[in-house]
């Protein structure tokens, strides 16, 4: 995907999603580390169902997500479809 097409894209997800060097990333914060878990957990197994394997970090109770496509290197929309299920995921946790 273009650019301007991921740029589009984010306008009309404002979930705290930010496009730099051809992936979107986004950080979440919860309670303690079992919300989480919890979280990655839920998104691993959306993630599978999808063959989509996110670079992911935890902290204790913080979760960083960074999704690109390494074939073709770049934004797809495999990742932008994973990056609305994430946040439809992290909204039922809110």
Do not use: C
Not at 4 to 23: C, F, G, M, S
Not at 31 to 46: P, W
Not at 73 to 86: E, F, P, R, V, Y
């Amino acid at each position: 995907m273009s650019k301007d097409e991921v740029n589009a894209w984010l306008k009309l997800h404002p979930k705290k999603w930010t496009y730099t060097d051809a992936t979107v990333k986004r950080d979440f914060k919860f309670k303690n580390f079992i919300e989480a878990f919890s979280f990655m957990t839920a998104v691993a197994l959306e993630a599978e169902k999808m063959d989509h394997h996110p670079e992911w970090s935890n902290v204790y109770n913080k979760v960083s997500i960074k999704l690109s496509t390494h074939q073709p290197k770049g934004i797809t929309q495999n990742d932008l479809d994973l990056a609305a299920k994430i946040d439809a995921i992290f909204a039922k946790l809110e």
